[in-house]
């Protein structure tokens, strides 16, 4: 198929910004922010681009059709008005997503349930067979989304949500998904050229996205698969020609130092076989030890981390643990950066340093902050002052 359609990239909140722009750069037009997405136009190459290459994009969804959806019946009737025929063919494999938000139709299940329903029904009608269902592994997966009582069709370009890289088959405790690490880099405006800190790297995600950017590696290249390439009108050439552009732009090294610390083995263990599987075993260097034990060799550069948030009820050890990060940051990282993504706001007061900014993630369905500290000489000073 050639010609540019519309097509809509999922993200998750606060990545609207870095995600119109990733996609402006692969080449996108119409480019327009909406909450936890972005929508724009594109062909076939923009959209397997945009599968292959964005960082912080979770799916590439392909509109088919929008309509008003105020009961059951009439999205049964408005599914079943789609020639389905154009995308699916008997011998294939279905799943349907529902998202709903503010709607009559408030359960997502179920409208997924009578969205698959219309759309067997028309083959069973027509043919006398019909595509039988597969949610884990299905040749196309369709997206319900209805919102305020419109309900927005579309096929699902990526397939498995595109922050299943390929990469990382084992975690640690609370790890955080590919595709927040990433934002969270790119949010935090490092250079891809300088020292990278990770004190608390569990196994490993924040610096292996950012060791991807910085050897220009796309997030996707380990996938085995995306939605699209199960699709009628896949162009395998036109797939084959972007991933071997992909590996042929790959910088093979990185000549500064990106740091991962955990203090338990196990889990430092796991980091470094994703990043092992990631092609990434010489850029990053992972020791075992605790962040107080540590000390950065640079003068300056960055620092992400991602500490416990504890749980309900903010336990001393917690309080402690959050004090400890900030005398850390205070005494050996001037001229450093620190971001620091937490979503206990009392404990991030016992960090001790006022945050230059505060940007509102979500880690799930956890609502966070990523706090920037900026550690210039006399810190303590300012805080001092501040208090
Ligand atoms: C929330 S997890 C980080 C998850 C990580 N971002 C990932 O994606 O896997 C926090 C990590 O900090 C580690 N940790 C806790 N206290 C530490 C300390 N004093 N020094 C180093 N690591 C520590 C824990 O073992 C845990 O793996």
């Not at 569990?202 to 995306?226: H, K, Q, V, W, Y």
């Not at 030890?289 to 960055?302: D, I, K, L, R, S």
Request: charge should be neutral; charged fraction near 30%; hydrophobic fraction near 40%.
């Amino acid at each position: 198929m050639t010609g540019k359609y519309k097509l809509l990239a999922k993200t998750t909140f606060g990545f609207e910004d870095i995600l119109a722009e990733e996609l402006r750069l692969l080449g996108a037009e119409n480019i327009e922010k909406v909450t936890r997405a972005v929508t724009f136009e594109g062909d076939d190459e923009i959209m397997y681009r945009a599968n292959l290459w964005s960082r912080v994009a979770l799916r590439i969804l392909k509109p088919v059709k929008s309509f008003p959806a105020g009961s059951e019946q009439q999205l049964y009737d408005e599914v079943r008005k789609i020639d389905w025929s154009q995308f699916i063919s008997v011998d294939d494999t279905l799943a349907v997503d529902g998202v709903v938000s503010n709607s009559v139709l408030n359960h997502s299940l179920y409208v997924a349930l009578k969205t698959k329903d219309a759309i067997v029904d028309q083959f069973r009608d027509l043919t006398g067979k019909r595509p039988s269902v597969d949610t884990a592994h299905p040749t196309v997966r369709i997206n319900v989304h209805i919102s305020r009582d419109v309900a927005n069709i579309s096929l699902d370009s990526s397939g498995d949500s595109l922050h299943k890289r390929g990469y990382r088959n084992q975690t640690g405790e609370a790890p955080i998904n590919e595709t927040l690490a990433a934002g969270m880099v790119i949010l935090s405006g490092w250079d891809r050229k300088s020292p990278l800190i990770d004190f608390m790297c569990g196994s490993g995600t924040i610096l292996i996205e950012a060791a991807l950017m910085a050897r220009n590696i796309a997030p996707g290249i380990f996938r085995n698969e995306f939605g699209f390439q199960r699709w009628k009108e896949f162009d395998n050439e036109l797939w084959e020609k972007i991933r071997e552009e992909a590996k042929a732009g790959e910088i093979s090294k990185v000549d500064f130092p990106l740091t991962g610390i955990e203090k338990f083995a196990p889990t430092l263990k796991m980091a470094k076989e994703n990043a092992g599987n990631a092609k990434l075993a010489d850029s990053i260097r992972f020791q075992a030890m605790t962040f107080e034990e540590y000390t950065p060799e640079a003068q300056n550069g960055t620092v992400i981390i991602n500490p416990p948030y504890g749980g309900r009820i903010t336990d001393q050890d917690l309080l402690q643990l959050y004090k400890t990060i900030g005398d850390n940051l205070k005494k050996k990282y001037k001229g450093f950066t620190a971001w620091i993504l937490t979503a206990n706001k009392e404990a991030a007061k016992s960090i001790g340093l006022k945050p230059s900014r505060k940007i509102e993630l979500y880690n799930g369905s956890l609502e966070c902050r990523f706090l920037k500290f900026e550690l210039y000489e006399g810190t303590r000073k300012k805080v001092k002052e501040a208090e």
